[in-house]
């Protein structure tokens, strides 16, 4: 069997940034509350008629594609995951591959697994190239959620968390033994659906009984038991950062990085403890970027590829929890 391994990654960020104190104009919330309670200090908004998921997703992988010293026409497959699609369907997969403008009608396929989607797509990727069938493969992360949050008070407590933003990787095949993408691990636990998520659009609020139903309930914009998601994701993230290294016989000392999913500094400090790591063996950009869902992780490993933070025979732990629920983790020898 072959290995895979990311060989270029690139982001896109939208240039509008968003401070707290902006949003403490349009709701009533505060600076130093968005601050104590997730990390967050601005992120950013993409701008209507400009940016989309899929285009933002585009733009970040024409970047991952030039650093892995590819052109578009080595892409064998693209994998793009996100909660906020620029259509109901289809999803922006076929519109990064027309985007792109390639010449081979390579496949597409979203993934729907919102704040775990990146790490979900990494391991199919990684199935995909290690039986062969693929060699260069496109994972994309992408999110716009701006337009789709409620960014009045009553939206508060979910719409300062999250921001806009995409990343992407080549995940390319490889021959190196004990190198590269090393494994993955996937859960989910679909009794905790509705502790984050979206009701509608969707089969539980068709149209034709809108006129019956109260407005709560055909709400359009994210709804979360915050407590309820806190509680769960640090038990969950920890257990499977240590799955991924008990599988590969290594311990956290052993770890050069721990990536998070950005979803509250909080969490990722809490698991930073956990796991007694020092905090430049930790990555975050929350308080930058907000919660980027999908897109958090490829972010994350394009700046780091930017900065140079990446070295060779590096340990590094990838690891995500969310909507779902589920959640996820990659372990990486560089
Ligand atoms: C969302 C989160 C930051 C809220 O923190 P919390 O300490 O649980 O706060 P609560 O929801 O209990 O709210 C506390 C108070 O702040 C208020 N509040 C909520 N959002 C607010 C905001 N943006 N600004 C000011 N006040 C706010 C609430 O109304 C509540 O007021 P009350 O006590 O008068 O009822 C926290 O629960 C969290 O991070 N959860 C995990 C979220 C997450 O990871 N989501 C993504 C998963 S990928």
Redesign the pocket.
């Given at each position: 069997m072959f290995k895979s391994k990311i060989t270029g990654a690139g982001h896109y960020l939208p240039e509008k940034v968003v401070t707290n104190k902006d949003l403490e104009k349009i709701m009533?919330?505060?600076d130093e509350?968005?601050r104590e309670?997730?990390g967050i200090e601005e992120r950013r908004f993409a701008e209507y008629g400009k940016d989309t998921t899929a285009n933002m997703g585009t733009k970040a992988s024409r970047i991952a594609i030039e650093r892995a010293g590819l052109t578009v026409d080595d892409i064998d497959f693209i994998i793009f995951a996100t909660l906020s699609p620029d259509y109901y369907f289809p999803g922006p997969g076929t519109t990064v591959q027309y985007e792109l403008g390639g010449k081979r009608t390579i496949a597409a396929l979203d993934v729907r697994n919102q704040?775990s989607g990146f790490i979900y797509s990494l391991s199919v990727a990684d199935q995909f190239i290690k039986t062969g069938m693929y060699k260069n493969i496109l994972v994309i992360g992408s999110e716009l959620h701006s337009s789709g949050l409620d960014l009045t008070t009553r939206g508060?407590?979910v719409s300062?968390?999250f921001g806009d933003g995409a990343g992407a990787v080549v995940l390319s095949r490889s021959e190196e033994e004990g190198k590269g993408i090393l494994s993955t691990h996937l859960h989910s636990q679909g009794e905790f659906a509705e502790a984050?998520y979206v009701r509608g659009p969707g089969n539980f609020t068709p149209r034709k009984y809108y006129p019956k139903m109260d407005e709560d309930y055909i709400n359009t914009t994210p709804q979360?038991d915050?407590?309820l998601?806190?509680k769960n994701?640090v038990v969950r993230f920890t257990e499977v950062i240590m799955e991924a290294l008990k599988t590969n016989n290594y311990t956290p000392a052993d770890l050069n990085m721990f990536v998070p999913?950005q979803?509250?500094l909080r969490?990722s400090q809490f698991v930073q403890r956990q796991l007694k790591l020092t905090d430049d063996r930790v990555y975050n950009n929350i308080q930058r970027l907000g919660?980027t869902t999908a897109a958090t992780i490829p972010i994350i490993i394009s700046e780091m590829w930017e900065k140079n933070m990446i070295k060779e025979n590096d340990l590094h732990v990838l690891a995500a929890?969310?909507?779902g629920f589920t959640w996820a983790s990659a372990l990486i020898k560089w």
């Open positions: 009533d919330t505060t509350w968005i309670r997730s704040c508060r407590a300062v968390l984050l979360m915050g407590q998601v806190f994701a999913h979803a509250n969490i919660n929890f969310g909507s």
